[in-house]
């Protein structure tokens, strides 16, 4: 299978910045997507920003102009770069991968989460 390992997050005051990692792991053939999500106490988990391997962008309204993904294909990983930080961007924060493993002598699909990693913006 494949592992997702997030790092980054912490306590920020508003206006400040924050970046994250995600480092994908295990017996990998290719990555295809790869994502931010986050999810606030009491709020359903949402779309932050994603990459496709190409480099294609998508961001979610909230966060346009204020956060930048980008990705590094030889290390498998991916960043989110959090700039201009808002108390509403207080949340736990998830990467998510989906692509193509090695599975015994064949190539199985994944799709992984990482574990979360909590960011706070707060003075």
């Known amino acids: 299978q494949v592992q997702l390992v997030e790092s980054g997050g912490g306590l920020v005051q508003p206006g400040g910045s924050l970046r994250l990692s995600c480092t994908a792991s295990g017996s990998i053939f290719s990555i295809n997507g790869m994502g931010w999500y986050r999810q606030a106490p009491g709020k359903q988990r949402e779309l932050v920003a994603s990459?496709?391997?190409?480099?294609?962008?998508n961001y979610a309204d909230s966060v346009k102009g204020r956060f930048t993904i980008s990705r590094d294909n030889a290390k498998n990983t991916v960043y989110l770069q959090m700039n201009s930080l808002e108390p509403e961007d207080t949340a736990v924060y998830y990467c998510?991968?989906?692509?193509?493993?090695?599975?015994?002598?064949?190539?199985?699909?994944?799709?992984?989460w990482g574990q979360g990693t909590q960011v706070t913006v707060s003075s």
């Open positions: 998510n991968a989906d692509g193509s493993y090695y599975y015994s002598r064949y190539v199985a699909e994944f799709a992984s």
């Open positions: 990459i496709t391997s190409g480099g294609s962008t």
